[in-house]
């Protein structure tokens, strides 16, 4: 799913630059337009749009269900969501500078997993929210990475973002989120120790936990103070210090025994996680080993 279901033109026709992120869920892009340029745009029978701006315009009109709206100037940090199926029309002219936005497009099906109350609201066009933006600003972020991004990851921001929205960054005291037991926290480390060395989902954890991907990112970070993804990370560096321990491997295939993408986010994450470089700790720790270029 993706982008391809929205009706919009772009003069010139194609934009400095675009990429994506494709889920079984949802579509992450993100979109650099031209300088100064001429955009007309006409959005209906869509998925649910949930973007974030870099944008300043020379000017523009939005229309949203046949309702003229203001058009800010200034989009940069402005958020922007529209549930399935609603129309939006107008036209844009950009300022003379980079613009670019990066959007999430929901399936129908996504926003079904969360509770009444958390549901996804009613339209909001260039509004800005602290929280959220932040959560936006890191799916941004994945694209001016230079390591693989991984499903875990873009699963749990995509999740925090959308709960974000449907509860307008303010605390819901009526939102209860079922809590996962001790029993469910050992099957998912058992699952996740076994699975180490390869990619692991959110929807894989929360399966192995017999939850929904809403309820098991926040049940498990309140049982153990860490994110899937920060308790995924954690044990892999983990299992990278007894492979360091035990010798004989290079740094190299430690990272790949581990399931890190390579070896400079190998050594991004253990350095952060254990407050020292990995080279470091098989001269403290372990014993001789391959020889191996640390990035």
């Not at 949802?26 to 701006?53: I, N």
């Not at 972020?141 to 390591?147: A, D, H, I, W």
């Not at 430690?254 to 350095?271: E, P, V």
């Amino acid at each position: 799913m993706g982008s391809a279901a929205f009706n919009a033109k772009l003069h010139p026709p194609t934009p400095v630059a675009s990429t994506r992120i494709d889920h079984a869920r949802f579509t992450v892009e993100r979109t650099e337009l031209p300088r100064s340029a001429k955009c007309e745009f006409h959005l209906e029978d869509g998925p649910a749009y949930l973007a974030l701006y870099d944008v300043l315009l020379e000017s523009g009109e939005t229309n949203l269900r046949g309702v003229a709206h203001a058009q800010p100037r200034d989009l940069r940090g402005a958020i922007s969501y529209l549930p399935a199926g609603v129309e939006l029309k107008g036209h844009r002219i950009h300022a003379d500078r980079l613009n670019s936005y990066t959007a999430i497009y929901f399936s129908e099906s996504f926003f079904e997993a969360l509770p009444a109350s958390l549901r996804a609201p009613d339209p909001r066009l260039s509004f800005h929210d602290a929280r959220l933006e932040t959560t936006l600003k890191k799916i941004d972020g994945l694209f001016k990475s230079t390591v693989l991004v991984e499903p875990i990851l873009i699963e749990t921001l995509v999740t925090l973002a959308a709960i974000e929205l449907a509860k307008g960054a303010k605390p819901s005291p009526d939102v209860r989120f079922d809590r996962i037991s001790g029993a469910q926290i050992r099957r998912v480390n058992e699952y996740i120790e076994a699975n180490l060395g390869k990619p692991i989902s959110l929807a894989e954890l929360a399966g192995v936990a017999r939850l929904s991907e809403f309820y098991f990112s926040r049940a498990f970070k309140q049982a153990t103070g860490l994110s899937p993804y920060r308790f995924l990370l954690t044990r892999r560096v983990d299992r990278a210090k007894s492979l360091i321990r035990a010798g004989g491997l290079s740094l190299t295939d430690i990272a790949a025994l581990t399931g890190f993408s390579g070896s400079s986010q190998f050594s991004r994450t253990f350095t952060a996680i254990a407050g020292e470089t990995a080279r470091q700790f098989r001269r403290r720790c372990g014993p001789a080993a391959p020889d191996d270029a640390e990035d």
